[in-house]
């Protein structure tokens, strides 16, 4: 698993991540240990073996990450859009945005309401997960 920091304020925060494996620093997920089977990394190749791709970046950054992760994306990736958002300059959602940069027919998209904070917290959440 990866968690993709490149859409961090201050790259300090990389570095803090890595280093304590919490986030008492930029206050996303206070006080919430990060487990170290996950790969905090700013390098999107990262996903090129992997079956199953989470997608859940601020949806100003949807588009330009769809582009940079097509190369490392094959036929069978599944991949899961977390993101949340109608894209202001072409009032496109996000599976439109990505089926419109990667041929797949893979595609999910998980909805809440929830807050990052409490599904990390393992409070009770309600999720929608829609696939075609």
């Given amino acids: 698993m990866f968690f993709d920091f490149r859409y961090f304020y201050f790259p300090i925060c990389v570095i803090h991540f ?3 494996r919490v986030d008492n620093f930029y ?3 206070p006080n919430v240990i990060i487990p170290n089977n996950i790969n ?3 390098d999107l190749s990262c996903v090129k073996e992997s079956d199953l791709v989470v997608i859940a970046i601020p949806i100003n950054f949807f588009r330009t990450t769809c582009i940079e992760l097509k190369e490392y994306i094959n036929d069978s990736t599944k991949i899961c859009i977390a ?3 109608i894209e202001t300059n072409t009032n496109n959602f996000c599976h439109e945005i ?3 940069i990667i ?3 893979h595609i999910s998209i998980l909805s809440g ?3 990052a904070i409490d ?3 393992n409070s009770p959440s309600g999720l929608t997960l829609a696939s075609k």
Avoid: D, M, Q, Y
């Fill in 98 to 100: 990505l089926e419109s």
């Fill in 27 to 29: 206050l996303v997920l």
């Fill in 119 to 121: 599904l990390a917290n």
């Fill in 18 to 20: 890595r280093r304590l």
């Fill in 103 to 105: 041929n797949t027919t």
């Fill in 83 to 85: 993101t949340k958002g």
């Fill in 40 to 42: 905090i990394t700013t």
């Fill in 113 to 115: 309401p929830t807050f």
